[in-house]
Nanobody, 120 residues
Framework: EVHFNVSGGGSVEAGGSLRLSCIAS????????MRWYRRGPGNGCDLVSS???????YYQDSVKGRFTISQDNAKNTVYLQMTTLEPEDTAEYYC??????????????WGQGTQVTVSA
C-alpha cells in the first residue's frame, strides 16, 4: 500500500525556514519521481516542486530561488527545504509519487500533510 509520512511543518515568521520530509513506502522509490503539493486557504491543490529519477527539478515560479527539493534514495525520503518563507506560503503541504494522479494529492488519500503557517 502506497503511503507518505510527511513531517516538518510548523509556524514561523516571514523570512524563516523550514525543512519538510516525506518518507515513502509501498513502491520502489528509486524508480519514481516525487512531487510536493500544497493547498493554501481557499486555494486548490498546487504543484510546488518535483524531482525526477534523473535528478531534474521543477519549481513553481513563486518558490524559485527559495525552495529546494532533494531526495535520499537510501532512506526513501524526499525533502523540501524552504527558506525566506512568505505569508503566501501558508498551506498544508503533501508529497506524492509522480505516477499517482495529482487529483488526489491534497486529499490525504496516501497520508496526511503537514501544516506550514507563516506570519507577517
Amino acid at each position: 500500500e502506497v503511503h507518505f509520512n510527511v513531517s516538518g511543518g510548523g509556524s514561523v515568521e516571514a523570512g524563516g525556514s523550514l525543512r519538510l520530509s516525506c518518507i515513502a513506502s509501498g513502491f520502489t522509490f528509486n524508480d519514481q519521481g516525487m512531487r510536493w503539493y500544497r493547498r493554501g486557504p481557499g486555494n486548490g491543490c498546487d504543484l510546488v516542486s518535483s524531482i525526477n529519477i534523473n535528478g531534474q527539478t521543477y519549481y513553481q515560479d513563486s518558490v524559485k530561488g527559495r525552495f529546494t527539493i532533494s531526495q535520499d534514495n537510501a532512506k526513501n525520503t524526499v525533502y523540501l527545504q524552504m527558506t525566506t518563507l512568505e505569508p503566501e506560503d501558508t498551506a498544508e503541504y503533501y508529497c506524492a509519487a509522480g505516477f499517482l494522479p495529482s487529483t488526489y494529492a491534497c486529499a490525504g488519500h496516501w497520508g496526511q500533510g503537514t501544516q506550514v503557517t507563516v506570519s507577517a
